[in-house]
């Protein structure tokens, strides 16, 4: 999903004033409306899974954010040095439009079945609150290693 896009939706559900249904342009209809607990039922037994709640915004339009990584899958220096500059210009500004250079490729997620997924692949969940909605971000970082028979074991095969 295109980050104008998902700016223009965040506008729409975040605004503290109340708008008419008719002037809401961006329809996010999803198959299921997830909540915060929903998702934290999810990884409730799994340790490697990180869940980081962040607020971003003023106290008139607060924007409550869910981060859900797997920690030894996913890249973390990515979620500080791109993730975090990226979701700040585009839920701190009160203006429509600002920050609109930067933008992320995040893609909705409905299925928990692709929840579960996209996390034990490395990627990144953003889960947004005000919209109910669940987006993935790639930013997999798989442990690189090189299985080799070990030096210290006694060869019984004889010499090599």
């Known amino acids: 999903m295109k980050f ?25 209809s999803h198959e299921h409306q997830w909540s915060s607990e929903e998702l934290h039922s999810l990884f409730h037994n799994c340790a490697d899974v990180k869940m980081d709640s962040y607020e971003f915004g003023d106290a008139e339009s607060s924007q409550s954010v869910l981060l859900i990584y797997c ?24 203006k429509p439009g600002m920050g609109l250079d930067k933008k992320l490729e995040l893609t909705p997620i409905d299925q928990t079945g692709d929840i579960i997924t996209s996390v034990f692949s490395g990627q990144l969940l953003i889960y947004f609150s005000k919209l109910n909605a669940v987006y993935g971000l790639d930013i997999a970082s798989p442990p690189h290693r090189s299985p080799s028979e070990s030096n210290t074991e006694i060869s019984i095969k004889g010499p090599k």
């Open 71 to 94: 920690e030894g899958l996913a890249d973390i220096q990515q979620i500080n040095e791109y993730v975090f500059p990226r979701l700040e210009s585009m839920l701190n500004h009160p």
């Open 4 to 28: 104008r896009r998902l700016w223009k939706t965040l506008l729409d559900h975040g605004s503290t004033k109340s708008k008419p249904s008719v002037e809401r342009s961006v329809d996010v």
